[in-house]
Each structure stands twice: as structure tokens, then as C-alpha cells.
């Protein structure tokens, strides 16, 4: 019997995703994980707006501030999560997240199972081609990952981040 492969991520390593303002890393697909963990590193510009405010029906999303402060907004509660700061979302919970300061902010998300890291493939897709990205496409690409916008609280944020 032979031991699974460890796979080894370096810092200059993994998949780089831009969309708008937000620099992705994905640092793990779901390839080496039989399709049960996506991780990703997101590097939020000052000032950049999250997704529309959505729930996810068949994955959880996990989100770690490595550095900075990010604004989650959940429903109608907003939090402001510094550096050091895990903010698990369970399917089901509406929520979105935003750069609201003068400064990067950093944080590593995990989608388990690994569902999400097609969607952001999408949408890198899609700009590459030509579209926009409004709020409005990144809704219709959200749907084909069980994802729903949470439209029974107030958008937040208005960009496709």
C-alpha cells in the first residue's frame, strides 16, 4: 500500500484568480482532497465592496483575516473582523463580506466541500470574454453553485468582488 501524495503550496505557488479589485490564490482546488476542502487566499484592495449578500445550500465557507480588517455582513449585522479573526459561515447563513479601510486586507477562506472554486474560475471566465462583472452576472453565476442572493435584507454591497 502506498501513502497519499502530500501536496506542498509554496508561496509563490497556486492557481492566481483577479477579479476587480480582489486577487485570489487558490491554493487548493479539491484535486488533492478527493473534492471534500477548497482553500483560497483573497487579497481584498482598500475600499473594495464584496459580493451581493447570499446563502450557500451545499457548502460551508470559512474565512480567516490574515491581515487587515474585512466587514462581514450577515442579514443585518455587520462585523468587523481584524487580523486573527475566523468567521465560519454554515450553508444556509446569509452573508457577504467588504474592504472598508485605507488598507489591504488578507484572509485565507476554506469551501468545503470544494464546490466554490469553480464559481471564482467563472467569473474569471467570464470577464476574460468580455462581460462585466455586475451584480447581476455574478448572481446568475453563483446559481449554478447552489447559491442564492439573500434578498430579504438590504444589499450592503453593491460589486461582484
Do not use: C
Not at 122 to 150: F, W
Request: net charge negative; aromatic share 6%.
Amino acid at each position: 500500500m502506498t501513502d497519499p501524495a502530500v501536496s506542498v503550496v509554496g508561496p509563490g505557488d497556486g492557481e492566481t484568480i483577479v477579479l476587480g479589485t480582489t486577487r485570489l490564490r487558490i491554493l487548493e482546488d479539491g484535486g488533492n482532497t478527493g473534492h471534500r476542502l477548497g482553500i483560497a487566499e483573497s487579497v481584498l484592495a482598500p475600499h473594495t465592496p464584496g459580493p451581493p449578500q447570499h446563502r450557500h445550500a451545499e457548502h460551508d465557507e470559512g474565512f480567516y483575516v490574515i491581515s487587515g480588517t474585512v466587514r462581514f455582513t450577515v442579514g443585518e449585522q455587520d462585523y468587523d473582523a481584524a487580523a486573527g479573526t475566523l468567521v465560519m459561515v454554515p450553508p444556509g447563513a446569509p452573508h457577504t463580506f467588504a474592504n472598508m479601510t485605507d488598507q489591504p486586507a488578507v484572509m485565507l477562506s476554506t469551501f468545503t466541500p470544494d464546490l466554490y472554486v469553480r464559481y471564482f474560475r467563472d467569473l474569471r471566465d467570464m470577464i476574460a470574454g468580455g462581460q462585466a462583472l455586475t451584480p447581476q452576472a455574478n448572481i446568475q453565476v453563483m446559481r449554478r453553485y447552489a447559491t442564492e442572493p439573500a434578498t430579504d435584507f438590504d444589499q450592503k454591497t453593491e460589486s461582484a468582488s
